[in-house]
């Protein structure tokens, strides 16, 4: 392939293969036209993106070029996200994604899979050779180091892009986003921190604001990594990937409630993106904010129509979710009997769609029973629940069963009051799932919730109730709350810990009180045996490890 092209039928086009994907047969067919007068030889077409998808699984293609609206089925997002999760679109490859549409949510929601670039429909032939012919030609510049990166190669590939800098000046932000984004995949976040300064040093571009971010975060230099990311969201307020970071970052380090606000902003800029929906719902549900988990958990159902995120587990979260909340409503009188007659039928029918949608998927059809006892209990059904769970039991080996399985029926257990039991296959499953962290985590957290549909309940709206209090600063509002929750779960690690970072921050912000260092530590002594594989632990020993600060400052 000539790197000095002179002629339109000289200039790159002629060797690589290229897709066309349109719904219409007379764009599909002018686009052909257009490449092949510009040389291109190799010219395919697609009219939906199945089809689109399975040419990508048997064939490979230099140049897709994707409409955004495709009738009914996957659209262009639904495709790049695909090709992209699947990796059978390289990096050596371009994707263009067409569209006569301008919507903000389309734009936002296409941009989070990185398309190449857009073009907007009507083409013309001088702007598309235009706006092809300088991608072809960059692609063609950084060809090695594409190649190196899809062989998952990053040494040789750091090697080319250094070697690449000075030789290729016109590309230099490419190069240098790409060398920072290989040093953090090898865990050199020296080198990749550096570039990034060396950056913002001559320019403040937001990609590399967020890359030091990165680096941050990854280094468990949260503080920093935090007021480094909301000062870019005060300069870039529309860039999402800013707020799905900072929602990472405060979750990571036990502050869920900043973490749910976060996600909620970045839903609202880009709401078609399915794992954001689904981390909302998920960290929603860990606030025991039920309605905003429902509606996240129903968004993400949609969106799992056409996508290859879809997911059996998103239909029974969003069941248990409504579940959560028809027992919610069994408390409250008037309204509360109204909306658990429409939660519960939109519960079963949840469940009703996944058992159709995933017919063959082993475990469906039985976790779906484990969680349609909890539909039956939470409006009274307690016999029907039982005899359901019966029969549920009855298909299951509990030598065989799998993590996920076992822990539905371990909720189920515990929500018809069969405590005992529940325990008892809890302590089977930490046995044979010693060495799965999630699933450990899972089952502790199980533990860890007091005995009781009440007592839960009750648990719970305490949790709500201290969150909400701590993330506006009224802080012994947020201790009272947290207290009356440990009184009914004394045990509870999320609880014990939420305590203790509330009343270090009282301690911090004066006057000193010998009290709340010791109430922490009696705390965290309830969590002395806490195992590593609790999803709690971190958090767990970065709190320890403050306490331990103060208690050195007092020594000294």
Same mark, same amino acid.
């Given at each position: 392939?000539?790197?000095?092209?002179?002629t339109?039928?000289?200039?790159?086009?002629?060797?690589?293969?290229?897709?066309?994907?349109?719904?219409?047969?007379?764009?599909?067919?002018?686009?052909?036209?257009?490449?092949?007068?510009?040389?291109?030889e190799?010219?395919?077409?697609a009219?939906q993106g199945?089809a689109?998808? !399975?040419?990508?699984?048997?064939?490979?293609?230099?140049?897709i070029?994707?409409?955004?609206?495709?009738?009914? %089925?996957?659209?262009g /997002? *639904?495709i790049l996200?695909?090709?992209?999760?699947?990796?059978l679109?390289?990096?050596?490859s371009?994707f263009?994604?067409? @569209?006569a549409?301008?919507?903000r949510?389309?734009?936002?929601?296409?941009?989070?899979?990185? #398309?190449?670039?857009?073009?907007?429909? #009507?083409?013309?032939?001088?702007?598309?050779?235009?706006?092809?012919?300088? $991608?072809?030609?960059q692609r063609?510049?950084?060809? =090695?180091?594409?190649?190196?990166i899809d062989?998952?190669?990053y040494?040789e590939?750091?090697?080319?892009?250094?070697?690449?800098?000075?030789?290729? =000046?016109k590309y230099?932000?490419?190069?240098m !986003?790409t060398l920072?984004?290989?040093?953090?995949?090898?865990?050199d976040? *020296?080198?990749?921190?550096?570039?990034y300064?060396?950056?913002?040093?001559?320019r403040d571009?937001?990609?590399?604001?967020?890359?030091k971010?990165?680096?941050l975060? &990854?280094? /468990?230099r949260?503080?920093?990594?935090?007021k480094e990311?909301?000062?870019?969201?005060e300069? *870039?307020p529309?860039?999402?990937?800013?707020?799905?970071?900072?929602?990472?970052?405060?979750?990571?380090?036990? !502050?869920?409630?900043?973490?749910?606000?976060?996600?909620?902003?970045?839903?609202?800029?880009? #709401?078609?993106?399915l794992l954001? !929906?689904?981390n909302?719902?998920?960290?929603? @549900?860990?606030?025991?904010?039920?309605?905003?988990?429902?509606?996240?958990?129903?968004?993400?159902?949609?969106l799992?129509?056409?996508?290859v995120?879809?997911?059996?587990d998103?239909?029974l979260?969003?069941?248990l979710?409504?579940?959560d909340?028809?027992?919610?409503?069994t408390?409250s009188?008037?309204?509360?009997?109204d909306?658990?007659q429409?939660?519960?039928?939109?519960?079963?029918?949840?469940?009703?769609?996944?058992e159709r949608r995933?017919?063959?998927?082993?475990d469906?059809t039985?976790?779906?029973?484990?969680?349609k006892?909890r539909?039956?209990?939470?409006r %009274?059904?307690?016999?029907?629940?039982?005899a359901?769970?019966?029969?549920? @039991?009855?298909?299951l080996?509990?030598?065989?069963?799998?993590?996920?399985?076992?822990?539905?029926?371990? /909720?189920?257990?515990?929500?018809?009051?069969?405590? &005992?039991?529940?325990?008892?296959?809890?302590?089977?499953l930490?046995?044979?799932f010693?060495s799965?962290?999630?699933?450990?985590?899972?089952?502790?957290?199980?533990?860890?919730?007091?005995? %009781?549909?009440? &007592?839960q309940? /009750?648990?719970r709206?305490f949790t709500?109730?201290?969150i909400?209090?701590?993330?506006?600063?009224d802080?012994?509002?947020?201790?009272?709350h947290?207290?009356?929750?440990?009184?009914?779960?004394?045990n509870?690690?999320?609880?014990?810990?939420?305590?203790?970072?509330?009343?270090?921050?009282?301690?911090?912000?004066?006057?000193?009180?010998?009290r709340? $260092?010791?109430?922490?530590?009696?705390? $965290?002594?309830r969590?002395?045996?806490?195992? =590593?594989q609790?999803?709690?632990?971190?958090?767990?020993?970065?709190l320890?490890?403050?306490?331990?600060?103060?208690d050195?400052?007092?020594?000294?």
């Open positions: 392939m000539s790197s000095s092209p002179t339109p039928r000289d200039n790159g086009f002629r060797q690589l293969r290229y897709l066309i994907i349109d719904d219409f047969e007379s764009f599909r067919l002018s686009m052909k036209e257009m490449l092949r007068s510009f040389g291109a190799k010219v395919e077409v009219a199945s689109a998808i !399975q040419r990508c699984v048997y064939e490979y293609f230099d140049v070029l994707c409409d955004y609206n495709l009738g009914r %089925g996957k659209n /997002q *639904h996200e695909e090709l992209r999760h699947r990796k679109l390289r990096h050596t371009l263009l994604m067409v @569209t549409e301008t919507s949510d389309m734009v936002m929601g296409a941009r989070d899979f990185q #398309p190449d670039a857009y073009l907007t429909k #009507p083409i013309n032939r001088a702007m598309l050779e235009k706006r092809l012919g300088s $991608l072809i030609a063609q510049s950084l060809l =090695p180091i594409n190649r190196q062989l998952e190669n040494p590939a750091v090697s080319l892009c250094v070697q690449a800098i000075p030789r290729l =000046p230099k932000s490419w190069l !986003q920072a984004d290989l040093y953090i995949r090898i865990g976040f *020296h080198h990749a921190m550096k570039i300064e060396d950056v913002l040093a001559q571009l937001s990609w590399a604001r967020l890359g971010a990165k680096v975060v &990854a280094e /468990q949260y503080p920093e990594g935090i990311l909301q000062s870019l969201i300069s *870039h529309d860039l999402t990937e800013a707020f799905d970071r900072l929602a990472e970052v405060y979750q990571r380090s036990g !502050q869920t409630g900043k973490a749910q606000k976060s996600l909620e902003q970045a839903v609202r800029l880009s #709401p078609n993106a954001r !929906q689904k909302l719902a998920t960290v929603a @549900t860990l606030n025991q904010d039920f309605d905003t988990a429902a509606s996240a958990w129903r968004q993400t159902v949609n799992g129509a056409h996508s995120h879809d997911s059996s998103h239909y979260s969003l069941a979710c409504l579940t909340l028809s027992d919610q409503d408390e009188e008037g309204r509360g009997r909306s658990m429409k939660r519960t039928p939109e519960a079963l029918k949840t469940l009703h769609t996944m995933f017919p063959n998927e082993p469906v039985v976790r779906g029973m484990l969680i006892t539909v039956l209990a939470a %009274g059904g307690e016999q029907d629940a039982n359901l769970l019966e029969q549920a @039991t009855s298909r080996d509990i030598d065989t069963i799998s993590a996920k399985v076992g822990l539905e029926l371990a /909720q189920s257990l515990l929500r018809l009051d069969q405590e &005992a039991n529940a325990r008892k296959l809890l302590g089977h930490a046995q044979r010693e799965d962290a999630e699933t450990m985590g899972q089952i502790e957290l199980l533990m860890d919730e007091p005995v %009781g549909v009440v &007592a309940r /009750q648990a709206q709500r109730d201290g909400e209090a701590f993330e506006r600063g802080l012994e509002t947020a201790a009272d947290f207290l009356n929750a440990i009184n009914i779960a004394p509870h690690t999320a609880l014990n810990l939420n305590l203790v970072q509330v009343r270090l921050k009282q301690f911090d912000r004066g006057p000193a009180d010998s709340l $260092l010791a109430q922490c530590r009696q705390c $965290l002594a969590l002395d045996q806490l195992p =590593p609790h999803r709690q632990y971190r958090r767990y020993l970065a320890r490890k403050k306490l331990g600060t103060y050195h400052d007092k020594t000294d």
